[in-house]
């Protein structure tokens, strides 16, 4: 039995769908990795003075490289500007 191309189109992705599903599975239930609760805000980050604090207060949170990711995004676009 052949497939035509819209049934073929169809069953591959059904096929690619179900192995996505699989794929991803075991993260269904998965709880927090390593470092992960760190990461998570506080409480008391969870307002506009603490999105302000997050941004602009070095190691409010564990992640604190945002200005340099900020400058190294702007040095990106200048970059692609100039050619």
Not at 6 to 28: E, G, H, S
Not at 32 to 51: H, K, Q, V
Not at 73 to 83: C, G, K, L, P, Q
């Amino acid at each position: 039995m052949r497939l035509s191309d819209p049934k073929r189109d169809w069953f591959f992705c059904l096929i690619l769908a179900v192995v996505t599903m699989l794929a991803y599975q075991p993260a269904w239930r998965g709880g927090f990795l390593w470092d992960d609760d760190a990461n998570i805000a506080t409480p008391e980050l969870r307002s506009l003075d603490g999105l302000r604090r997050i941004w602009f207060e070095p190691r409010t949170t564990q992640q604190y490289s945002r200005i340099l990711l900020l400058r190294t995004a702007d040095a990106t676009v200048i970059a692609a500007a100039e050619r």
